[in-house]
């Protein structure tokens, strides 16, 4: 059995049914392992992640709690199988020179890793089953090169819409109209986060719920073209980095569980793209994908 050290890459949240993935990362490689639970169980591994405090201890809190003091140690957790479409974890632990083994959920073994900062591994077995390998220049998974985004010289060809919501086909037609008037030949990051902030939808609301002014947003964004309208490029159609943005989107998408690119996946696309305007301004304002993962969390958890 070749172990493959893992580490946990982000915690996503499907927004239709409200479960959570936690997307795990080979360490010195680029596949991808998500594991779905249910919204408590991948709380409990988000609420460590995040340092939230909790007034009362948690059933993993009590776990661990308990681990010490029978004076043991977590030596590490592996991923161990998959069978029937359900994982299998194990927990490892040392008591005195005794090794113990112990079943468990992934779940719990992950929550368990969390709070003791030990190790993660899965089996290579299950890596090759069902692992997703991302390319290193698109940032799509490798097994989905086939059914890549096709664009067209000024966006998205027709035939491949209906992977978008109607929501974001508005944002992404409005991002070519923003482009148009500001007499640009090329779509940029810029012009599609300002279609994206003029639109009411899940992602602006997020942005608001992380204090973040959309007016003053929209302008920042504005400046940042007028000043440099070409730092993405001046191709005709959509930039490189546009074009990756959708690549991520669609790849958040399929990892949160959802058929269709929503304006949230285009968010957390905007600011996976390392380069260009979008990304810029978004890092700036400290937005990161872990902010977004948890805003949406709450938003569809709320009563």
């Known amino acids: 059995m070749a172990n493959v050290e893992m580490v946990i890459d982000s915690i996503r949240v499907n927004v239709d049914n409200n479960q959570r993935a936690v997307v795990l990362k080979e360490k010195i490689a680029e596949r991808y392992l998500p594991i779905w639970m249910g919204p408590a169980e991948g709380d409990a591994i988000a609420v460590t992640l995040q340092g939230v405090s909790i007034p009362r201890p948690l059933t993993h809190d009590f776990v661990c709690a308990v681990i010490r003091a029978l004076r043991a140690s977590v030596q590490h957790v592996i991923i161990s199988d998959l069978k029937n479409d359900n994982f299998y974890a194990k927990t490892l632990l040392k008591r005195d020179k005794e090794i113990l083994e112990i079943d468990c959920r992934p779940s719990d073994a992950l929550a368990v890793a969390v709070r003791f900062g030990i190790p993660i591994f ?28 096709p664009v067209s010289k000024t966006g998205v060809e027709p035939s491949r819409l209906e992977i978008f919501s109607e929501s974001t086909q508005d944002i992404l037609e409005r991002a070519e109209s923003e482009a148009k008037s500001l007499n640009h030949s090329s779509i940029s990051t810029g012009h599609l986060l300002l279609a994206l902030l003029k639109e009411v939808n899940v992602a602006t609301e997020i942005l608001k719920n992380i204090g973040i002014d959309l007016i003053k947003i929209q302008a920042d964004v504005e400046a940042s073209l007028a000043v440099q309208p070409n730092i993405e490029g001046n191709e005709p159609g959509l930039t490189t980095a546009v074009k990756k943005v959708i690549q991520l989107s669609v790849e958040e998408a399929r990892l949160l569980g959802n058929e269709r690119v929503k304006p949230e996946h285009l968010l ?10 979008a990304a810029a301004l978004l890092r700036n304002l400290m937005i990161n994908p872990e902010r977004i993962y948890i805003e949406l969390i709450r938003l569809y958890t709320r009563p």
């Open 268 to 277: 957390i696309g905007l600011v996976r793209q390392n380069d260009g305007i």
């Open 122 to 149: 899965a089996d290579d077995k299950v890596l090759k089953k069902v692992g997703i390998t991302l390319d290193s220049e698109t940032g799509k998974s490798v097994e989905q090169s086939s059914a890549a985004v």
